[in-house]
């Protein structure tokens, strides 16, 4: 059974702070793992995805993600949030069977200016 | 954008009555999900359908009921509706899976449905 687990439901930090979103999943396979955004009132937005290859994945808006094996991880990460960052992000993993996705709970990101 | 619309945008329906969500693409993408969104649970799969005709159960499918005559639509029914299925609803499609893994699922804007 997949499952994937966002740490923290809500995460606050200062404009030009780094912003960590955590995302841990749990697979007997080795996974396929996403990224999305979601803005208020919208659908979700890919940031960015890790099917094979380069375990550091770059995304849109200044984003990244690593994917750690042992760590069973894939951690969201900016180096400087803007106020434009403010939203909901989801993380997701999938095995690739009819291509259903399994998604996390969300991550509510507030920036302060 | 991919082309995904959703209708109706905004639903308010009473309890016990049928409601049907419909989910339009110009993609002609295979794959078409419908799932739900609550608060604190993120999105969870109600059904799926790989191909025309073709379709499946995801994680949270009793209520529901889908059905896809055509490659373009995709209908999610409420055959009566509940409280608990207030929530709001995400239509999304996906090509075949690649030789590397899975595609991308892109979304619809979604459906906000009320169930007095």
């Known amino acids: 059974a997949q499952s994937v687990t966002q740490l923290g439901s809500h995460v606050s930090v200062s404009e030009g702070a780094l912003v960590l979103l955590r995302c841990n999943y749990s697979s007997s396979v080795p996974p396929y793992l996403f990224w999305y955004v979601q803005y208020p009132n919208q659908g979700l937005q890919l940031l960015l995805k890790y099917t094979t290859g380069a375990t550091l994945v770059k995304g849109i808006n200044g984003f990244e993600a690593e994917f750690k094996k042992s760590e069973t991880s894939f951690h969201l990460t900016k180096p400087s949030a803007h106020m434009s960052d403010a939203a909901e992000y989801f993380c997701?993993?999938?095995?690739?069977?009819?291509?259903?996705?399994?998604f996390g709970s969300g991550t509510k990101l507030n920036v302060k200016p | 954008d991919a082309g995904i619309t959703q209708s109706p945008r905004h639903k308010v329906t009473e309890t016990g009555t049928p409601v049907t969500l419909r989910c339009h693409q110009t993609e002609n993408h295979r794959y078409m999900y419908w799932y739900r969104q609550d608060p604190g649970h993120g999105l969870r799969l109600i059904h799926y359908?790989?191909?025309?005709?073709?379709?499946d159960k995801g994680e949270v499918s009793d209520g529901y009921s889908v059905s896809r005559s055509k490659t373009e639509d995709f209908l999610l029914t409420l055959e009566s509706a509940t409280s608990s299925q207030t929530s709001v609803y995400f239509c999304?499609?996906?090509?075949?899976?690649?030789?590397?893994?899975?595609?991308?699922?892109?979304f619809g804007p979604g459906t906000r449905l009320t169930v007095l």
């Open positions: 999304a499609i996906s090509e075949s899976p690649l030789a590397g893994g899975p595609d991308t699922q892109y």
């Open positions: 359908s790989y191909g025309v005709k073709d379709t």
């Open positions: 997701a993993v999938s095995r690739g069977d009819f291509n259903k996705f399994y």
